[in-house]
């Protein structure tokens, strides 16, 4: 977590997004929000860029794709010479060709959901740093409970003590600076 922020402590969401509203007219930039529980119409405020797990998501389900057409061509028509003292022998089954992609269909679907579903688990875990254990860092302990939190990053503004005096004036019941 960032070092030198000026915290803001609200009592309920309506006052945090007063005061929200009233920092990005002023052309502040916020940091982040700690809210409780989700707030509808937040981001606008926070200027979120659109997440590009959507992109990892589609790549890792074109290897899950593709890893599930190699394994179904190599096991069932042993379309894959690979040079190995392995003998892949052709079972003819009813009539059937040996390649049937119409059968590949649903096992070739498990595993792109599959590929992607934990990629996108696993990605995310990496770019955001959280993992299984990691000691949370709270601002407040009530954080997680009562109180909505808006942080705006010191080093980025100057005005710091006008600032905190328009974050009192909307409602903050504690406004400081972190370092």
């Not at 070739?108 to 959280?130: N, Q, S």
Request: net charge negative.
């Amino acid at each position: 977590m960032k070092s030198n922020l000026i915290v803001a402590k609200f009592w309920n969401p309506d006052t945090l997004m007063d005061a929200l509203a009233e920092v990005h007219h002023k052309g502040i930039p916020v940091y982040d929000c700690y809210t409780p529980f989700p707030i509808h119409g937040i981001e606008q405020y926070m200027d979120i860029k659109r997440t590009r797990l959507t992109i990892a998501s589609f790549i890792y389900g074109l290897l899950g794709l593709s890893a599930a057409l190699l394994l179904m061509a190599g096991v069932n028509g042993g379309a894959l010479d690979l040079g190995w003292d392995i003998k892949s022998w052709q079972i003819d089954v009813g009539g059937k060709p040996y390649l049937a992609w119409v059968d590949f269909v649903p096992i070739a679907f498990e595993l792109t959901v599959l590929f992607a579903a934990h990629g996108m688990v696993i990605t995310f875990f990496i770019i955001t740093g959280y993992y299984p254990g990691k000691k949370a860092e709270l601002l407040d302990d009530r954080q997680t409970d009562d109180v909505f939190i808006m942080t705006i990053d010191a080093d980025k503004v100057v005005r710091h003590d006008e600032i905190k005096q328009i974050l009192t004036e909307k409602g903050a019941f504690e406004v400081k600076t972190t370092a």
